[in-house]
Nanobody
Framework: QVQLVESGGGLVQAGGSLRLSCAASGTIFRINAMGWYRQAPGKQRELVAAVSSGGITNYADSVKGRSTISRDNAKKAVYLQMNSLKPEDTAVYYC?????????WGQGTQVTVSS
């Protein structure tokens, strides 16, 4: 059974930084993409950043220039470095994995940015 486990969330002041980590466990034959989504209270879940197996990255406009996604296929892990955090970045951040034709989600990690 494939599982995604996130870590690295927390409370940070505006302007600060956080690094989120996500590691997949279980039998995975092919990693097509991994990434991060977030969901703020009362809002829909939205893409933050994703990286394909070939290293192509995609960022939401709201985090471009402030965030960097990276991956380690050998460790089946993906990371999100977020800098210059803003209160509007407050949300639950979910790790996402597209392994073969199947999608997997982590349980989420809370990121709270205080003003």
């Amino acid at each position: 059974q494939v599982q995604l486990v996130e870590s690295g969330g927390g409370l940070v002041q505006a302007g600060g930084s956080l690094r989120l980590s996500c590691a997949a466990s279980g039998t995975i034959f092919r990693i097509n993409a991994m990434g991060w989504y977030r969901q703020a209270p009362g809002k829909q879940r939205e893409l933050v950043a994703a990286v394909s197996s070939g290293g192509i990255t995609n960022y939401a406009d709201s985090v471009k220039g402030r965030s960097t996604i990276s991956r380690d296929n050998a460790k089946k892990a993906v990371y999100l470095q977020m800098n210059s955090l803003k209160p509007e970045d407050t949300a639950v951040y979910y790790c996402y994995g597209l392994f073969g034709a199947n999608e997997y989600w982590g349980q989420g990690t809370q990121v709270t940015v205080s003003s």
